[in-house]
C-alpha cells in the first residue's frame, strides 16, 4: 500500500498544477486575444471607432441636363412632403398660414437659402436629386400655399450662340 500512496500524492499535485496552469493561460488568453464584442475589446472598439469616425461626406451627383425642371409641386411631394404635411420635427406644416407668416416675413432668398444649407431640424437639400432651381421652385409652392406671393423661379435663358 506505501506504493500506491506516493503515486495518488503525485497525480493529485499533477492535477491541481494544470488546473490552475489552465486557468491562468485561459484568464491571460482572454485578455490578450479576447474576440470583438467582448467586454475587454468593447473599450478598445469604441476608441478606435471614435478616432475614426466620418468628419465629413462627398456627394457624387450625376447631373442630368436633357430632363425637364420639376415644378415646385413635384419638388415638394418628392422631397418635402414627408416632413412638411404633417409638421415633423418643428417644419411648418403645408398650407398653414400662422406657421408659415414669420417665415414668409425673412423674404424669398432666405428661405431658399435655409432650405438648401438646412435649418433647425431640417437637413440640406441642396445637392440631391434636384437642382437649387428646382428647390426654389418647391419652397415658392410651399410658401404661396401659407399665404405667400412668390413667384416660382424660372430656369435661366440658354445663352444664345452656343
Known sequence: ???TQPA???SKLFFLLA??????????????????GS???????????QRLQKVGSVHLK????????????????????????T????APVFGDAAAWGPRLGQGF?????????GKGAMSPQGGGQFSDLEIARGVAYMA????GKFQEPEAPAAAEGN
Open 109 to 117: 432668398e432666405a428661405l431658399v437659402q435655409s432650405a438648401l444649407k
Open 62 to 85: 450625376v447631373e442630368q441636363k436633357d430632363r425637364p425642371l420639376s415644378n415646385g409641386e413635384g419638388v415638394y411631394k418628392a422631397q418635402c412632403a414627408a416632413c412638411h404635411a
Open 39 to 49: 467586454a475587454v475589446s468593447t473599450t478598445n472598439d469604441l476608441a478606435k471607432a
Open 87 to 90: 409638421g415633423v420635427s418643428g
Open 144 to 147: 404661396n400655399a401659407g399665404g
Open 19 to 36: 488546473t490552475a496552469l489552465g486557468v491562468v493561460l485561459s484568464t491571460g488568453l482572454y485578455y490578450i486575444g479576447a474576440p470583438s
Open 1 to 3: 500500500m506505501s506504493d
Open 8 to 10: 495518488s500524492s503525485n
